[in-house]
């Protein structure tokens, strides 16, 4: 589960440095990528998906296996 929330991370990340390199009006805000508005955005993600994980973890419940009789 957690191996699986981090591969998405990294698919949203790519796709927050992706939409800062195409979209006009976010290439403005940070041309370089090494300004605050690419750089808050990116926290953003990450906090979100820290969120996610812990809430997943924590709302995991393990399926008991019944003995095979």
């Keep these: 589960m957690v ?11 790519v796709l927050v440095v992706q939409l800062f390199r195409r979209v ?3 290439q403005r ?7 605050p508005p690419f750089a808050v955005a990116q926290l953003v993600v990450l906090a979100l998906f820290v ?3 812990v809430v997943a973890v ?4 393990p399926v008991a296996s019944s003995p095979l009789a």
């Excluded at 191996?3 to 990340?13: G, K, R």
């Excluded at 924590?58 to 419940?61: A, E, I, S, V, Y």
């Design 58 to 61: 924590k709302r995991f419940r």
């Design 29 to 35: 805000l940070a041309p370089t990528q090494s300004e």
């Design 3 to 13: 191996c699986a929330t981090l591969a998405q991370y990294f698919n949203v990340f």
């Design 51 to 53: 969120w996610f994980t």
């Design 24 to 26: 006009p009006a976010l």
